[in-house]
């Protein structure tokens, strides 16, 4: 099963993103649908629901009443309305706010700038161990609540370990270290940690007569002009929501606006939402699993493209 993950991460890696786990580079993603539109695909009809990918020579069917929204790969809007019939032309479309920070996902042909310094060397948790939160991502807010679980009923206690972290420096500088009881899988830290520094942390428990430590995990808080302005944003999206609860266009944006500030844990929660509104269509998981990998969560980013690849077939 590793082997078929490992493989699978290659096959659908972002490299190869332009394709989007179908046979022909795609040109736009489909977020809202009235009606039952269909899409013509190599002499076979498919649904057109929220989160299919539009590709090269795709023709939209659109009866009388039923009405389709699009986010282009150029990240413009656009809207097409019922009876119509033909391919899509890309060089039209209506310019968001949202345009730039869409095309600079779905254009791309290579990954997203990587949290480098913020990455362990691969995903590789202890059985006994795993680490939950902060996992490599960015916060917006304070007091952070580390979050664990257990594996084994045989710990005896935990201590866990917060860094701060210096990267010309070979070691971290432990910063804080507290003892947990057995029962307890998340701890509130007492501490304040300075805006835009990164820190670390991890995990010991004596499982048995056995120590178990896990690796370093890393976290940063942003600044509050950052802040402020990511807030602003999640406000608009919110009001976008309210007028139209079924379109995925403010959850793929919020996801993109997330991710683009590295606020992984936060972009994971927006697009669930959007994968819970429609749990059978490829871009969310495709989005998803972008997410897992700027945390160096290979199998989880495996197991996301795997099954857009699944849904971009059907």
Not at 98 to 109: M, P, Q, R, V
Not at 283 to 288: A, E, G, I, N
Request: hydrophobic share 35%.
């Amino acid at each position: 099963m590793k082997k078929i993950l490992i493989i699978s991460l290659i096959l659908f890696n972002a490299a190869a993103l332009s394709a989007l786990y179908s046979e022909k580079p795609y040109l736009a993603v489909l977020t809202s649908s009235v009606g039952s539109p269909k899409i013509k695909r190599q002499n076979k009809n498919i649904q057109a629901i929220p989160g299919i990918f539009i590709q090269k020579n795709d023709i939209i069917s659109l009866s009388k009443g039923e009405k389709i929204n699009l986010i282009l790969k150029n990240g413009r809007l656009k809207k097409l309305s019922g009876p119509y019939k033909g391919r899509i032309n890309t060089k039209y479309g209506k310019t968001q706010w949202y345009s730039k920070l869409a095309e600079g996902f779905l254009s791309e042909t290579t990954k997203l700038i990587s949290m480098e310094t913020l990455r362990t060397r691969a995903e590789k948790r202890d059985k006994l161990f795993v680490q939950l939160y902060p996992y490599n991502s960015y916060l917006l807010e304070q007091p952070i609540v580390f979050q664990w679980r257990s594996n084994s009923n045989n710990m005896r206690f935990f201590k866990l370990n917060v860094y701060k972290e210096d990267f010309m420096e070979k070691n971290p500088v432990r910063i804080d270290t507290t003892r947990i009881g057995k029962d307890f899988r998340r701890y509130k830290s007492r501490l304040k940690y300075r805006e835009n520094q990164t820190y670390s942390w991890n995990i010991i428990g004596k499982n048995k007569n056995r120590w178990v430590t896990t690796k370093r995990c890393f976290f940063l808080v942003i600044n509050k002009k950052l802040r402020r302005k990511i807030i602003t944003k999640i406000k608009i999206l919110k009001r976008m929501k309210k007028q139209d609860e079924k379109d995925m266009v403010p959850y793929i944006i919020g996801t993109l606006l997330l991710m683009k500030e590295k606020l992984y844990h936060m972009a994971i929660d927006e697009i669930n939402k959007s994968i819970k509104l429609n749990p059978k269509t490829p871009f969310p998981y495709t989005l998803r699993g972008r997410i897992f990998e700027e945390m160096n969560l290979q199998k989880s980013a495996a197991k996301d493209y795997i099954t857009a690849g699944k849904y971009s077939r059907s």
